[in-house]
Structure formats: C-alpha cells, structure tokens
C-alpha cells in the first residue's frame, strides 16, 4: 500500500485556478496509474484525470482542456493544475493510486476545491 496526501485545495472565483499535490508515502515509479477524482455532494465520486506510469493521461470531457495532470516521480508527487475554474467543479477531491488487481487502490483523505460564482 502507500500513503496519499492532498493539498492545495481552497476557495476561488470562478475563472482562477488552482493546483493540487498529491504526496506519496513511496515511490510512485511502480504504480500503475494515478488519478483525481471528485465527489460533490448528493453526487457520486467520479474520476477527473489519470496518468499512466508511462505518461499517458486521460481525463473526463467536462475538464478536458482546463484541467492538465503530471507527476513528478522523483518527488513522488502528482500535481493537478485546473484552470479556467467553474462552480460546477466544486467538490471534494481525491488522490488515487491504483495498484493492481491483487492489491487494489489507496486513496488520500481529500481537499476541498471550492468555486463561487
């Protein structure tokens, strides 16, 4: 398993931006995928962006070309840097490391982006 943290989550009017950290406990070089996902509430937790160990990103059509997602595996840390922010992107917003199918995902405990109009 490994040990997640977020930061950078706060309040901003919508059009700004913000970038989220996602610390790893250890090195993120063997972990398969990486992603955000959100959950607003009264709604599901749904995934926002992903990266493969290899590079690949993948994101949801409603952050497609706002949203950009990276890792830094000598930090062992994933960063995801939202611009052109909106108030339907309000929501509590989590870190995950998938590990495979054997040992499953790690989440983090979340940070809380929130957008006023």
């Known amino acids: 398993q490994v040990l997640l943290v977020e930061s950078g989550g706060g309040l901003v009017q919508a059009g700004g931006s913000l970038r989220l950290s996602c610390a790893a406990s250890?090195?993120?070089?063997?972990?398969?995928?990486m992603g955000w996902y959100r959950q607003a509430p009264g709604k599901q937790r749904e995934l926002v962006a992903a990266?493969?160990?290899?590079?690949?990103?993948n994101y949801s059509d409603s952050v497609k070309g706002r949203f950009t997602i990276s890792r830094d595996n000598a930090k062992n840390t994933v960063y995801l840097q939202m611009n052109s922010l909106r108030p339907e992107d309000t929501a509590v917003y989590y870190c995950n490391a998938f590990l495979g199918i054997q040992f499953g995902s790690s989440w983090g405990q979340g940070t809380q982006v929130t957008v006023s109009s």
């Open positions: 990266i493969t160990r290899g590079g690949s990103t």
């Open positions: 250890r090195s993120i070089l063997s972990i398969n995928v």
